[in-house]
């Protein structure tokens, strides 16, 4: 395989990149001066070498502890369980939330064979154990089939495990279906302050 043909295949992986993108990114690269395209390759080999997932809360980091879990001005009482690290990104970006974060790295789906093993809820049941200083946790998984039904599985898992926390949901202000990732602001922060505890028969 050529060099071009295989920069092309490498970008065209990448979502949203169709295979006539992919084409027009690297005819672009070898138009610009030779550094501009050893630049992006540095860029992309320091993203695998230095950034890796916080032991914590599992969002993704250079230093570990991440900076959010070592932050003092944090309310370490209140901790919001997401899918991915891109979800973390989308609230801060929103501004309300002052809490910690433990991210699950997905959501499950059965038809995909991802089962409850895959997430790493484990991890957030020995933070519980450990901190007894957590009043609440705050289930952000996005508003999809398998969000609702990962959502609920989280509950049941922290009502086990730690009777004591208090467990709520972000409220239905994003679109069902849609992701928490592009949700604007405001809509994510109104969510937030809107939240509802789960309810046993009713949630
Ligand atoms: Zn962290």
Redesign the pocket.
């Known amino acids: 395989m050529s060099a071009i043909e295989e920069l092309v295949g490498e970008f065209a992986k990448l979502p949203g990149i169709g295979r006539k993108t992919a084409q027009r990114l690297t005819y672009f690269l070898l138009k610009q001066p030779r550094e501009e395209a050893v630049r992006l390759s540095r860029a992309v080999a320091a993203l695998t070498e230095r950034v890796h997932a ?1 032991s ?4 993704l ?1 250079e230093a570990d ?2 900076a ?2 070592t932050d003092p001005r944090r309310d370490v009482g209140l901790i919001c369980v997401v899918e991915e690290a891109s979800d973390v990104a989308a609230i801060e970006r929103a501004g309300e939330y002052r809490g910690l ?1 433990h991210v699950l790295g997905g959501r499950l789906s059965p038809l995909d064979g991802v089962g409850p093993d895959a997430l790493s809820l484990p991890g957030l049941v020995a933070r519980l154990a450990n901190g007894a200083a957590v009043r609440e946790v705050i289930v952000a998984t996005n508003p999809s089939v398998e969000g609702e039904a990962t959502a609920h599985y989280v509950e049941r898992t922290l009502r086990q495990a730690a009777p004591a926390v208090a467990v709520s949901r972000l409220a239905r202000g994003l679109p069902v279906g849609g992701e928490l990732e592009y949700a604007d602001g405001e809509t994510i922060a109104q969510a937030f302050s809107a939240r509802r505890t789960f309810s046993g028969a009713a949630g």
């Open positions: 916080c914590r809360c599992g969002d980091t502890p991440c959010i879990c974060y």
